[in-house]
């Protein structure tokens, strides 16, 4: 059964930094990524990880950074420089092809105070 369980949320200062983690189980995916969704807005791309190959969206470019550890099958955003518009629910998402994800995890919340 695949699961995606995200950690390493929390409250952070702006300027300050955060690594979150999602660990997957149940099989290994060839894209990983992560999203956020602040309230009562859309769900919206931060970062992929595809083979050899990152995405990012302006919004978060050259302060975010996903790897992966395949060995542990474990996906991190390394997020830095953080400003209180990052402020949302990160969530881990899984799939099997490029920009297509088909599994994701509960999320965890980050929070960026002024």
């Known amino acids: 059964q695949v699961q995606l369980v995200e950690s390493g949320g929390g409250l952070v200062q702006a300027g300050g930094s955060l690594r979150l983690s999602c660990a997957a189980s149940g099989r290994l995916f060839s894209t990983m990524g992560w999203f956020r969704q602040a309230p009562g807005k859309e769900r919206e791309f931060v970062a992929e990880?595809?083979?050899?190959?990152?995405y990012y969206p302006d919004s978060v470019k050259g302060r975010f950074t996903i790897s992966r550890d395949n060995a542990k099958n474990t996906v991190y955003l390394q997020m830095n420089s953080l400003k209180p518009e990052d402020t949302a629910v990160y969530y881990c998402?899984?799939?099997?092809?490029?920009?297509?994800?088909?599994?994701w995890g509960q999320g965890t919340q980050v929070t960026v105070s002024s």
């Open positions: 990880s595809s083979g050899s190959n990152t």
């Open positions: 998402a899984a799939g099997s092809s490029t920009h297509i994800y088909g599994y």
